[in-house]
Antibody
Framework: QVQLQESGPGLVKPSETLSLTCTVS??????????WTWIRQPPGKGLEYIGY???????NYNPSLKSRVTISADTSKNQFSLKLRSVTAADTAVYFC??????????????WGQGTLVTVSS | DIQMTQSPSSLSASVGDRVTITCRAS??????LNWYQQKAGKAPNLLIYEASSLQSGVPSRFSGSGSGTDFTLTITTLQPEDFATYYCQQSFSTPLTFGQGTRLEIK
């Protein structure tokens, strides 16, 4: 049973960098076939894919955020992280980390963290 | 990006009803379509992957069908715990994209 837990500041000032960490248990960020994923959900709205990192270190980002996003992994701590630069109020959202899998060509997120609300405000 | 459109956006039903939610893709996505259930304040929960495969532990009253651009999620014999918001998600290409959600409410 894979478990994920997000952590990080709940309040970030405009133009600063949002930094979140996801701690994984019951799985390894350094072994396949998992794709360690970040997804966000603005209050009262739908889900938006941010990106993922594969155990090999390869990454995939949503082009709408690519210029501002970095996802990385710390295998020694079995964690992966999200950095989103130059945030604005539009980045206020619940941020979820998730374990994604590609199975027969289809990707699905089968384990999720509980989510953490990040508010961008001065 | 592939756009995913769900209908209806909201739906009222009663316990014991059968409901169907539709998801349409802006281009063919083969069968690369997943369904999630999200309850208020919680993370989404995977119900169906690859259009019709039931995720382990999900009750058999949930089923999915479709291919190409048109997909459906059907819930037979609604239970009180099924009232939630449902999202479809395509994995044919990145960026992965979600439908806007269908809110299932108690009538």
């Amino acid at each position: 049973q894979v478990q994920l837990q997000e952590s990080g500041p709940g309040l970030v000032k405009p133009s600063e960098t949002l930094s979140l960490t996801c701690t994984v248990s019951g799985g390894s960020v350094s072994r396949g076939p998992s794709h360690w994923t970040w997804i966000r959900q603005p209050p009262g709205k739908g889900l938006e894919y941010i990106g993922y990192i594969y155990y090999s270190g390869s990454t995939n980002y949503n082009p709408s955020l690519k210029s501002r996003v970095t996802i990385s992994a710390d295998t020694s701590k079995n964690q992966f992280s999200l950095k989103l630069r130059s945030v604005t109020a539009a980045d206020t959202a619940v941020y979820f980390c998730a374990r994604g899998r590609y199975d027969s060509g289809t990707y699905y997120a089968d384990y999720w963290g509980q989510g953490t609300l990040v508010t961008v405000s001065s | 990006d592939i756009q995913m459109t769900q209908s209806p956006s909201s739906l009222s039903a009663s316990v014991g009803d059968r409901v169907t939610i539709t998801c349409r893709a802006s281009q063919s996505i083969s069968r690369y379509l997943n369904w999630y259930q999200q309850k208020a304040g919680k993370a989404p929960n995977l119900l169906i992957y690859e259009a019709s495969s039931l995720q382990s532990g999900v009750p058999s009253r949930f089923s999915g069908s479709g291919s190409g651009t048109d997909f459906t999620l059907t819930i037979t014999t609604l239970q009180p715990e099924d009232f939630a918001t449902y999202y479809c998600q395509q994995s044919f290409s990145t960026p992965l994209t979600f439908g806007q959600g269908t809110r299932l409410e108690i009538k």
